[in-house]
């Protein structure tokens, strides 16, 4: 299985920071790449795919990068709607597998 | 709007069977394939299985942890996809996510809208 690594665990910012948040695969994924936002009880939220699509209606304070192994998202100007927790998945091969998450705090 | 709705969830003993639905609206349900996720309590999402449009063959794939005794259906004249759970375990205990995915020239794109979960707990 191709193992998801997400960096960091938990962050902590402020209203306006940009934040980024890094996904490393265990093997090359090309860029079948996803990644979504999941707020306490809530389902999650898909906001790119392919690394660096944005999904319909997702704003473009958010954006994706990378290929191969390394992959980024990137929250520019964040805002209190933000604070949640990130999550990436890769689709190259079955099984599909997420990283472990990074929760983003208020500081 | 584009929605999935999904329905079933319940409290069981071990070894019992369930079945889950998902339906969807707003949408063509027939041209998408459909992924059901799960998360586990304070865990993190891991992927269960999917089952392609008819498109592609209504072609199935699940993870390890399940096969063998959960199966994917669909039902496009209703709009329905299913999740029929077998065998059930404690560590089947989790909400279950259904999502829309879309797929072009047999590469899956988008995991866009995602259902709001139903919880199956396992427990004797």
Redesign the interface.
């Known amino acids: 299985d191709i193992q998801m690594t997400q960096s960091p665990s938990s962050l902590s910012a402020s209203v306006g920071d940009r934040v980024t948040i890094t996904c490393r695969a265990s093997q090359a994924i090309n860029n079948?790449l996803?990644w979504?936002q999941?707020k306490p009880g809530k389902?999650?939220?898909?906001l790119i795919?392919?690394a660096s699509?944005l999904?319909?209606g997702v704003p473009s304070k958010f954006s994706g990068s990378g290929s191969g192994t390394d992959f980024t998202l990137t929250i520019s100007r964040l805002q209190p709607e933000d604070f949640a927790t990130y999550?990436c998945?890769q689709?190259k091969t079955?099984?599909?597998?997420?990283?472990?998450?990074t929760k983003v705090e208020i500081k | 709007e584009v929605q999935l709705v999904e329905s079933g969830g319940d409290l069981l003993q071990p070894g019992r069977s369930l079945t889950l639905s998902c339906t969807g609206s707003g949408y063509t349900f027939g041209d998408y394939a459909v992924s059901w996720f799960r998360q586990a309590p304070g865990k993190g999402l891991e992927w269960v299985g999917f089952i392609r449009s008819n498109t592609y063959g209504a072609t199935t794939a699940y993870a390890a942890s399940v096969e063998g005794r959960f199966t994917i259906s669909r039902d496009d004249s209703t709009s329905v996809a299913y999740l029929q759970m077998n065998a059930l375990r404690t560590e089947d205990t989790a909400v279950y996510y259904c999502c829309r995915v879309w797929e072009v020239n047999w590469i899956f794109t988008s995991f866009d809208p995602w259902g709001q979960g139903t919880l199956v707990t396992v427990s004797s």
């Open positions: 079948y996803a979504f999941q389902a999650p939220k898909s795919y392919g699509s999904n319909s999550y998945q689709y079955y099984p599909w597998t997420f990283g472990q998450g």
